[in-house]
């Protein structure tokens, strides 16, 4: 089995979610190395460079989707009564691997279903959510849930075959962030480094028997329902797929150092919107990019954020409201081009709004 490289590398923080009371402590955090590969006998996206002794899941971490209006939000819920819950029985144990805060366990719970949840950065423990990683010693569930988990873990279908050893008839719900959605919009800030892995629904389709697919947030995200009825394994990928690859990552390369020298003429302070996993890697290329006078800041609705400082970059984060109260001269970057309308509404329009995603030269 041969690596095959395909042309993207950068230096980036080795958490993209993880907040500081100081911009110093945040500063010391280290930096992590994104090159995307992949290998010819199991053809799947991922770093390379992806080093787990840099991934903390502490009190720092926190991750949470977040309206701009500063209210929460579950995207699964847009489609799993009506696509997910026709293939449970009436009340169906349900596990979710990497509950966050247990936003999820909660509402399911409200609809009679027997759900845990576990996550190691899980603030307050219930009865049914467990301040721990998974293992296969839980009790078997007859369906998992894994959302924005599975990027993040190397050997991605070595965990699922863990899942199928002790739940072989199980169903899997996995959600990740679309890599045809992040080339199509040049979102080369989405390439993190602890997003281990870049996937596409066939990863899954070539693998296993897809109850059931789609995707949300404007293509942003995406979710496969898969069961372990039919594994297989995947063909070989095509050269011309490989090429297109590599070509597709060149091109977010070459955007990438197209935006920071177009950022460093510019000479202008820079406010990101967004401090999620795009705005903090946007925000540290920035900060590796610039000179070290220039002035930028990351703008966030959820308010657990406000007045910290992001990984590696120490950039601090505020909220919308602090926006209307920039000087004139800066840009406002948003991070995510699902949200600049939305952002635009916002804030005062005699204010420049770029998107680093449409940016070419």
């Known amino acids: 089995m041969s690596l095959v ?28 190395s994104v090159n ?18 840099l991934i903390r899941h502490d009190d720092s971490y926190c991750t949470s989707v977040v309206n701009l ?10 489609y799993f009564l009506t696509q997910v819950a026709p293939h449970l029985s009436i009340h169906p144990r349900i596990v979710e691997i990497g509950c966050g805060q247990g936003e999820f366990v909660r509402y399911l719970s409200l609809l009679s279903m027997d759900a845990v949840g576990f996550d190691p950065v899980l603030r307050n423990e219930a ?9 296969t010693e839980e009790e078997p569930a007859e369906l998992y849930i894994m959302r924005c988990v599975l990027p993040h873990i190397q050997n991605p279908w070595a965990f699922l075959e863990q899942i ?7 169903l899997v719900l996995v959600e990740f962030q679309s890599t045809e959605w992040l080339i199509e919009h040049s979102i080369w800030y989405m390439l993190s480094h602890d997003h281990v892995n870049y996937l596409f629904i066939e990863d899954f389709s070539s693998r296993y028997n897809v109850r059931g697919q789609g995707t949300f947030k404007k293509g942003e995200w995406a979710w496969v329902l898969i069961d372990f009825t039919e594994p297989v394994h995947p063909p070989p990928i095509h050269p011309k797929r490989i090429d297109q690859l590599a070509k597709q990552m060149k091109y977010l390369a070459l955007d990438r150092d197209n935006f920071l020298g177009w950022a460093r003429e510019l000479a202008r302070p820079i406010g990101v919107w967004g401090s999620a996993g795009k705005g903090t890697v946007l925000c540290s290329a920035l900060k590796q990019s610039l000179p070290e006078d220039q002035d930028i800041i990351a703008v966030d609705a959820d308010s657990n954020r406000w007045g910290k400082y992001l990984e590696s970059s120490g950039i601090q984060v505020v909220s919308p409201d602090s926006v209307r ?17 939305e952002v635009d509404a916002l804030i005062d329009n005699s204010l420049a709004i770029a998107l680093p995603s449409s940016f070419k030269v």
């Not at 995307?36 to 002794?53: K, R, T």
């Not at 209006?69 to 847009?78: L, M």
């Not at 000087?327 to 309308?341: G, K, M, S, T």
């Open 36 to 53: 995307v590969a992949l290998a010819s006998g199991d053809p799947y996206l991922f770093n390379i460079e992806f080093n787990p002794e």
């Open 164 to 170: 199928r050893t002790v739940s072989p008839n199980s």
């Open 5 to 32: 490289y395909l042309g993207y590398s950068s230096k980036a923080p080795g958490n993209a979610t993880r907040y500081f009371e100081s911009a110093e402590h945040a500063r010391q955090q280290p930096t992590g």
């Open 325 to 341: 109260n920039l000087p004139r001269d800066y840009l406002i970057l948003v991070a995510n081009p699902n949200h600049f309308e």
């Open 69 to 78: 209006d500063g209210s929460d939000s579950i995207p699964t819920v847009q």
């Open 127 to 135: 009865s049914n959510l467990f301040q721990r990683y998974w293992t």
